[in-house]
């Protein structure tokens, strides 16, 4: 196995870690909530804060650390990491919870941005695009294996145990990680007034905001998606878990269709298709709940089509930082999951919105309206990209 290959798993591995420990507090929010005898109401904000702290801690750790050596500020977040989930497995209190979940939130984003710079650093031009794509896919598959077999741990043992394989899984990846991560790459140090100029770009804000506005598209959907099968298409709850995991295949297909749009040429001038698929599948979905198959299909569809923006959105972050702001590469890496929290949260509050004023059967309406806007704006950074493009050629002659 080459050196690449090598680098490759791990860098997937530590997307498997980072979702499993972001993803299990959904599957084990019961336990949690009669462990501390908490309504899981309450519990359910432990979601909230860790999607909001990741959104807003990340950009400041990451200007803040891009000083230092790539290689010794990722070993020490994974360290921070790790003592953020232990504490998870040892918390006595709600209150001890929620401060071990801001430890892991705060690290989290910066983590995931460091990775994705090294990937973008090792690997050859021509499977940049597949390495991100299965590095987006790793948290899929940490949703799919990881979060089912944690909850199967919490019920059979104890939730604690959860957070401790967690554990025990930083810690290997964290010693794999020593051994395969070059010591040394190309650093542009800058101020932090000048690595921020990257977001006055309009190829970087314009695509901030058609991140955020995708995954509202799927959150203010997706956050109800347990009702959707049993409640409005009348799957029993037995068969949940099985619908669950062949959505979840479905997900891990998403990154791997995302990979190979990334490796075109132009691959965001494709994008517009998948927003309007995006709307009439929504539009449709009121009616095709009515019958599971049909139901089943617009979900499964989709699960494959909507987040596709992936992997071409993070090469074009990283390629406009590469290319004109060296000083900010870090940053550009962690624009894609900082935004995409933000749209996760306005998802699923919109989706709770929605419930209450059209019930649960139409809430896709207002969801694609979200994936209207993000048609407007796929269109926007196109053109953005078009100018830039043509007023470099200008300035060549």
């Given amino acids: 196995m080459t050196k690449f290959k090598i680098q490759s798993i791990v860098f997937v591995l530590v997307a498997f870690m980072l979702g499993c420990n972001e993803f299990i507090v959904v599957g084990i929010l019961s336990d949690l909530s009669k462990q501390f005898q908490v309504p899981i109401s309450i519990m359910g904000y432990l979601v909230t804060i860790f999607a909001t702290v990741y959104a807003v801690s990340t950009p400041f750790v990451t200007v803040l650390t891009s000083r230092f050596s790539r290689y010794k500020t990722l070993l020490s977040l994974m360290i921070v990491f790790l003592i953020g989930n232990t504490l998870s497995g040892l918390s006595t209190s709600y209150l001890f919870m929620v401060v071990s979940r801001i430890i892991t939130a705060t690290t989290a984003g910066s983590i995931i941005s460091l990775v994705m710079t090294f990937a973008s650093t090792i690997a050859p031009r021509n499977k940049r695009a597949s390495l991100v794509s299965w590095i987006f896919a790793g948290f899929s598959i940490a949703s799919v294996f990881g979060v089912p077999i944690g909850v199967a741990i919490s019920t059979s043992y104890n939730w604690r145990y959860t957070f401790f394989s967690i554990s025990v899984i930083t810690i290997l990846t964290f010693i794999l990680l020593i051994f395969i991560l070059p010591r040394k790459v190309k650093q542009t140090q800058s101020s932090i007034k000048n690595q921020l100029t990257l977001l006055l ?26 009702p959707l099968l049993t409640t409005s298409m009348g799957f029993s709850i037995t068969s949940l878990n099985w619908l669950l995991f062949i959505i979840g295949i479905m997900s891990i297909l998403s990154n791997r269709l995302s990979g190979s749009i990334a490796e075109k040429p ?4 494709t994008m517009p298709k998948f927003y309007v698929a995006d709307i009439v599948l929504l539009l ?3 009616f095709g709940l009515k019958n599971k198959i049909t139901g089943m299909a617009i979900i499964l569809i989709l699960t494959l089509i909507v987040t596709v923006l992936n992997s071409p959105i993070q090469l074009h972050f990283l390629n406009i930082a590469e290319s004109d702001y060296p000083q900010s590469l870090v940053l550009a890496s ?49 053109k953005a990209i078009k100018t830039k493009q043509k ?7």
């Fill in 201 to 226: 770009d309009p190829r970087i804000y314009i695509g901030i905001v058609l991140v955020l506005f995708t995954a509202a598209t799927m959150y203010a959907y997706y956050t109800y998606i347990r």
């Fill in 266 to 269: 132009n691959p965001l001038r």
């Fill in 284 to 286: 449709l979905m009121p």
């Fill in 334 to 382: 962690s624009l894609s999951s900082i935004f995409f929290n933000f749209g996760i949260s306005l998802g699923s509050a919109t989706a709770s919105s929605m419930v209450g004023i059209v019930g649960l059967d139409k809430i896709s309406v207002g969801t694609a309206v979200y994936a209207a806007i993000s048609l407007l704006f796929v269109y926007l950074l196109n």
């Fill in 391 to 397: 007023s470099a050629t200008q300035l060549s002659k």
